[in-house]
């Protein structure tokens, strides 16, 4: 399996089609395996990156998560573009990844083309959203459908790695920590936001992807009426289109 070195670690990554460069950023608590159907899919009009960051999948394991979670990681996509000689990336992220994918776009300009990313909190995780979240994982954890889903993601250690995400979410919330490192009016790059109305994790996605898009000049948005959480695995075939647009759109 190829991996890169960041921070120490090594950090698994995968590639599957040809063309431009389009990366794409999994969530929080699972790892790019949740891109499984995705990833073929569009590596039919590009070369799909896919990356576990660091602790999660195939990368080496970490004794905690920092932080500064979406900045880190985001650290992690810089080091491979930097390693793979990136450059007109196509990028979407999804739920955390979307936070990944905003850091990546803050602290590499000019290298970016296009980006899409889908039902994220926001500026902010509020105490009780992260409540909320925590509260959700921990029943879900109990349940065998959810337990087989994140032991598919990262192996027998799963259940380490969703806690330690919990601890990780509720210590930000507490601390009113930064998710977003960076004056999102830097960024160069046109974005598409894109959520459903009927999220069940994060409620009002429809302001928070408003308060994102009037700091990120000529951002565009695509609320749903349909799908969950998050609208790119929830409505695939609907956020394909919608994607495979944006991107062709000169």
Sequence with gaps: ??????????????????????????????????????????????????????????????ERFSEDFW??????????????QLKD??????????????????????????????????????????????????????QILASAFWKSQHGDDWSKIVDMDLDMLVKVSLKNLPVIYGDLNEIDCPVLLTGSLKDELIPNMNNRLKEIAEKIPGSEIFISNSGKHPLMITQKRLFRKIALEFFDNN
């Design 1 to 62: 399996m190829p991996f890169i070195e960041f921070d120490d670690k090594k950090v698994f990554f995968d590639t599957i089609g040809r063309g431009e460069p389009l990366i794409l950023l999994h969530g929080n608590s699972v790892s790019s395996k949740m891109f499984a159907s995705e990833s073929i899919f569009f590596s039919k009009y590009y070369k799909v990156y896919l990356i576990d960051y660091p602790g999660h999948g195939h990368s080496e394991r970490l």
């Design 89 to 142: 990336i196509y990028m979407i992220g999804t739920s955390g990844g979307a936070l990944v994918g905003l850091n990546v776009c803050l602290n590499l300009k000019g290298i970016i083309k296009k980006s899409v990313f889908d039902s994220f909190f926001g500026l902010r995780i509020e105490t009780e959203l992260a409540e909320r979240i925590y509260e959700s994982r921990k029943r879900a954890k109990k």
């Design 71 to 84: 900045f880190y990681n985001a650290k992690a996509v810089m080091k491979l573009i930097e390693l793979e």
